[in-house]
């Protein structure tokens, strides 16, 4: 069972949409992995890709709410910052104890559910503030 990609999904803005499907992309690899009894050597990878990409795409939505003078960016900030805090939690986890399967589940469990969440509530009125602002 993979997680894919769905039109439901999309914000609007082709460039965030683009980097949300990358996103599940990886954590899709990472279900794929578990299944051929690869997770915990995926999930280094995917903390690895994370670091950076979290980072990236974090800072490119909330840059597009300061531009347009989005009046939820403080609250949108805030469950960004809550997800940095849980992978950054994870990842001290790993780097004392190494990967186990429960770090695998409930990478799968907590941090793809809050993306999906995050994406399809918070993210989704992102964009329609911006498509209605545009118009
Ligand atoms: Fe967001």
């Known amino acids: 069972m993979g997680i894919e990609w769905r039109e439901s999904l999309a914000i609007g803005v082709e ?10 992309l990886r954590f899709d690899k990472l279900l794929n992995a578990c299944q051929s ?21 974090f800072r490119d939505e909330e840059e ?12 949108h900030h805030a469950q960004h910052k809550y ?5 950054n939690k994870l990842e001290d986890e790993t780097r004392q104890d190494g990967v186990s399967t429960h770090h695998v589940v409930e990478t799968n469990n907590m941090l793809l559910k809050w993306l ?3 994406i ?16």
């Open 37 to 57: 009894g690869q997770g915990a050597e995926e999930l280094k990878k995917l903390q690895i890709f994370l670091d950076e990409y979290v980072h990236t795409h």
């Open 116 to 118: 999906l969440n995050h």
């Open 83 to 87: 997800f940095i805090e849980q992978i």
């Open 15 to 24: 460039a965030i949409d683009n980097q949300h499907k990358e996103l599940l």
């Open 120 to 135: 399809s509530k918070v993210d989704k009125e992102l964009g329609a503030f911006i498509k209605s602002a545009a118009h």
């Open 64 to 75: 597009l709410q300061i531009l347009h003078g989005y009046p939820d960016y403080e609250d």
